[in-house]
């Protein structure tokens, strides 16, 4: 007896398996709030040149605690978008550094921060019009 290919169905990805941001409970979710907070987009960026020891990252992520900043590497570890480096030395020397994902994630992110960057004269012309009508 064969089996004819075409009556066998395809079940097609399960719930499990296909990502919506949208969805309250989609791990997508989870990562776009942790990459998109407000210390999360500036340490990805901000590793976007190359590894960088912690104090050094803190120096270039102006007003970031060392609180926060330590809980947001954690979590961008714990996503896959941030690998910490721990190497054998007195003291031991660590430095985080962006995976091939967190490359990816910081490409986009640097396209985003460039539009703002370079719109902030717009964004100031807008606010104080917002303003005076609201004064008004």
């Not at 398996?17 to 340490?43: I, N, P, Y």
Request: glycine share 8%; proline share 3%; net charge negative.
């Amino acid at each position: 007896m064969t089996t004819d290919a075409r009556l066998v169905e395809d079940p097609g990805p399960t719930d499990a398996m296909v990502a919506d941001v949208f969805q309250r409970g989609c791990t997508s979710r989870h990562v776009l709030e942790a990459v998109t907070g407000r210390w999360g987009v500036l340490t990805v960026a901000g590793l976007r040149d190359g590894a960088v020891r912690f104090n050094a990252l803190r120096r270039r992520i102006d007003g970031v605690s060392e609180k926060m900043l330590a809980q947001t590497l954690q979590s961008l570890e714990r996503d896959g978008i941030v690998v910490r480096e721990v190497r054998a030395t007195i003291p031991p020397h660590v430095e985080y550094s962006l995976t091939d994902l967190g490359r990816r994630v910081a490409d986009s992110l640097t396209g985003l921060l460039d539009v703002l960057e370079g719109s902030v004269a717009e964004v100031a012309a807008s606010q104080r019009a917002y303003d005076e009508r609201r004064d008004a």
